[in-house]
């Protein structure tokens, strides 16, 4: 990841960070995903009932896609220097725009949205993230996601 000096975090607000590299979304990854999760619907794990549908194929759950943030986005998100730890704060919005059909490459657009100091040492990174679908002009989803950083 790369790392600034806290007094810069907020000239980075409103840019675009990057993007990561493309990943596909396979079979045996959405097959796993079911099984941890237990979300076992034709959709995702039956290739021969989710071609009749109009997808035309099986299709990675919406929470597969985005699980991956985290993993996609760690060589994009700028962090303080000096962090110690960033943990996970959560999603102020997603929303859902297309499926990835499975064999799809995907990957992660993100844009560093705001940058907020919550207490001394604290900075909240709020950053938009686009899942990208190769070929495709629309993305799989939109989402605002947040990342506590501690200096």
């Known amino acids: 990841m790369p790392y600034v000096p806290v007094a ?5 607000v409103g840019k675009e960070l990057g ?9 045996e990854r959405i097959n796993l995903f079911a099984e941890a999760t237990g979300d076992y619907q034709f959709i995702h794990v039956d290739p021969v009932k989710a071609a009749q549908t109009p997808f035309g194929s099986t299709i990675a759950h ?30 102020d919005g997603v929303r859902f725009i297309q499926p990835v059909k499975v064999d799809s490459r995907v990957r992660l657009k993100v844009d560093l949205s705001d940058a907020i100091e919550k207490k001394p040492g604290q900075w909240l990174l709020k950053a938009t993230t686009t899942l990208e679908i190769e070929g495709s002009d629309k993305p799989a989803y939109v989402a605002e996601s947040l990342s506590l950083c501690f200096v």
């Open 62 to 91: 919406g929470f597969l896609s985005l699980s991956l943030i985290p993993k996609l986005m760690e060589d994009i998100l700028i962090l303080p220097e000096g962090v110690k730890m960033v943990v996970n704060y959560g999603l």
């Open 8 to 12: 810069e975090l907020k000239d980075y």
């Open 19 to 27: 993007r990561s590299e493309w990943l596909t979304i396979d079979q």
